[in-house]
């Protein structure tokens, strides 16, 4: 006979599963939930903060990436150091100008290659004409910030010698190099680059060497009409006549022939190219260019002082020293730049750096200076002597007749690049005149 039915285990009749609460399992009571401090939460969202301001897209993560790429990725800013031991060693010793000229020498190196770097990313939001332009210009600050320096402490020779050294690296060595590189690059065709624009530089060329012959000539033949007096006035003359030259020549570039400048080639090409090579921004481009060149103004104050130590501890002429060894210092930013160019197949960049920076050192930082030194009282002038005259001039007349076909192989920027050799050897036997008086 079975009987009720008895209730479920632990539960009571009639009581349905649902309605019922669980009794917590016995053991030991469990401890009190941790309150969270306001602390903690303020210093969770400073942590999130800094994240967020390091971000890549922010302003902080946006600069460190300009330091990144400006800075640290090139290979050749290892020897940025150099600079401040040079001007350590510049007070701890006197005795070791010839150490402060090549450590301020190596260390202006790196700068130079940066401020070009810099410029060219400047030049990928102008175009082509305006990037040609400020290539040659802020690649020729280096030379333009020296010059100043050695025209305050009287150094005349210093200045004419390293601007015409200038010259003539921008348009044998630099230009030389760059036809060698992208001829070896592209040997199966020769360059072609504009020729129109080739033409009006080695013009202007010529006009400079003509600003620059007559006072020479006028002062070896002994005909000034006042002597010491009729060179400088015609110099400073000359320079002025050469500066609104320079400056019609800027107006014919950029303004009313500005489509006789435009590269050959596909435009669009040329666009994407350069949308690949944007790394930094305009303004990051732009802030730089300028801190890059108060550091080289800063070391070029130290190179400068050291350069006649330097002459007599090295046994170096001082005229090798200002055509030869600044002015390949000076050109590091063209020199990268044009080859780079060259073996990417835009000549007419390249052109625009090597030749456009000769141009414009020609015609306008020589004449520039001549009349800042009248500013400061000193007697600069357009007299290079006889043998940096006639070196000038061959030299031009060597790249018009190279430039005259509009076309570019390897064999030409050979021919360029051992012309400058034999320059290089001519000015390491030669003595200034002046030094003799002296």
Known sequence: MMGAEKPALGFPAGAEMDELELAPPAGPPAPPPRKMHSLDFEHIGSLAAVAESLAPGSKWGR????????????????????????????YLSR?????????????????AERLGYATEQLACYTGPTVGGLLNATFGNATEMIISIYALKNGMIRVVQQSLLGSILSNMLLVLGCAFFAGGLVHSDRDQVFNKASAVVNSGLL??????????????FTHSEAQYGKSEVALSRFSSCIMLVAYASYLFFQLKSHRSMYSPIGDEEEAIEDEEDEKEITQWEAICWLF?????????????????????DSLNLPVAFISVILLPIVGNAAEHASAIMFAMKNKLDITLGVAIGSSTQISMFVIPFCVVIGWMMGQEMDLNFQLFETATLFITVLVVAFMLQEGTSNYFKGLMLILCYLIVGASFFVHVDPDANEN
């Open 63 to 90: 600069a460190l990436t300009s330091v990144r790429v400006v800075i640290f990725q090139a290979k050749i800013n290892v020897l940025l150091p150099f600079g401040p031991l040079a001007i350590m060693l510049h």
């Open 95 to 111: 005795k070791h100008q010839g150490w402060v000229f090549l450590f301020s020498l190596i260390g202006i190196t790196p700068l």
């Open 206 to 219: 010529l006009m400079a060497v003509l600003g620059l012959m007559f006072p020479a000539v006028l002062h």
């Open 291 to 311: 801190i890059l060149t108060i550091w080289i103004s800063v070391l070029s104050g130290y190179l400068v002082d050291a350069i006649q130590g330097a002459s």
